[in-house]
Nanobody, 128 residues
């Protein structure tokens, strides 16, 4: 199970921290990805974390503003979002994919079809 939390309404330039609490599977065997979907748009990848090696990946649109991290003792992945922009407004989802610890590259990690289990999503709204 993956459960997201931490979404909300924030003004442009503000910050939010999202959490993805995982249960029911071996955390170390997977990578966790954060994706988002705005109304009328396709779901897009934001950031990804290999749990076993801590390797992180970011989409260009969020690089330098968002930070993905994990607390493996709590089986939880976080997404710290700073300098938020109105275009960051979307429903944010976390998802898991099998991960061997090899280098996948950001493009490789962004392949939605590789993610077999998704959370229910949390709304992030950034006002201008």
């Amino acid at each position: 199970q993956l459960v997201e939390s931490g979404g909300g309404l924030v003004q442009a330039g503000g910050s939010l921290s999202l959490s993805c609490a995982a249960s029911g599977f071996t955390f170390d065997d997977y990578a966790i990805g954060w994706f988002r979907q705005a109304p009328g748009k396709e779901r897009e990848g934001v950031s990804y974390l290999g749990i076993s090696d801590g390797r992180t990946y970011y989409a260009d649109s969020v690089k330098g503003r968002f930070t993905i991290s994990s607390d493996n003792a709590k089986n939880t992945v976080y997404l710290q979002m700073n300098s938020l922009k109105p275009e960051d407004t979307a429903v944010y989802y976390c998802a898991r994919r099998p991960y061997t610890g090899s280098y996948y590259g950001t493009l490789g990690m962004s392949r939605i079809k590789e993610y077999g289990y998704w959370g229910q999503g949390t709304q992030v709204t950034v006002s201008s």
